[in-house]
């Protein structure tokens, strides 16, 4: 029961598995291009010094190769991390496949929201977590996402985020849609209490007929004892 009202809860629009591997495949690849910019100059500097042999660079090489090493992984975190709060959920990748990360502010009700500047730190930990996503080359998260039936990988379950397919839409219109999610939801909810009093009244009416006998012939033998006395 508990499945089903998970999958009743948070409906359309669900980003597909397929766009989310696009989406991660996009920024994995925007995340390369940040290592070899950052990479490219103490590079160049290594060709300098091969060429030249100059003491120079060879002091420049040995304090830029980490120094940008550096850089680029904090850079490639920020974008991972800070982007996303600053940008309302949405990376390249994200943008580009038309999808966008949103928390889950009450399941229950069917209620999303953005995520904000005070999500940082679960901005953070979704980093994190993510790593686990990411083994087998991904196929954690795969296989994850194919059994949730809100599509979410062990990052997003434990993080209480989901995955929309509706990146270029307003606020407005967003709100408006979750409003009808959660009006449906609450249509379901009452259609199901309903159920539940119809089950309930015909389990009583059961129960009433067979006690009806037992009570008719309860009432008799009293009747028989009563004309015996």
Known sequence: M???KKTTTIKEPLSTISNRILATIIDFL????????CLALPFAFHLSFVLTAKLALEILLYIFWPLMGV????????YFIYW??????????KKAL?????????????????LTNDDLLISFKRFIFSFVDMQLFGGIGMILMNKS??????????????????????????DKMIA?????????????????????????QEISKKEKPKK???????????IEE
């Open 2 to 4: 508990s499945e089903e």
């Open 30 to 37: 925007i995340v390369d291009l940040i290592f070899f910019v």
């Open 71 to 78: 850089v680029a992984g904090l850079a490639s975190a920020a």
């Open 84 to 93: 996303p709060i600053k940008t309302n959920g949405l990376t390249i990748g």
């Open 98 to 114: 038309g999808i966008r990360l949103m928390l889950i502010a009450d399941m229950q009700k069917g209620e999303l929201r953005f």
């Open 149 to 174: 039936p809100i599509v979410q990988t062990f990052a997003d379950e434990n993080l209480n985020t989901v995955v929309i397919d509706s990146e270029e839409i307003e606020t407005e219109a967003l």
């Open 180 to 204: 009808t999610q959660l009006l449906k939801y609450k249509n379901e909810k009452t259609d199901d209490k309903e159920m539940e009093i119809e089950e309930e009244k015909e389990e009583e």
């Open 216 to 226: 008719k012939a309860k009432m008799k033998s009293q009747d028989k004892e009563e």
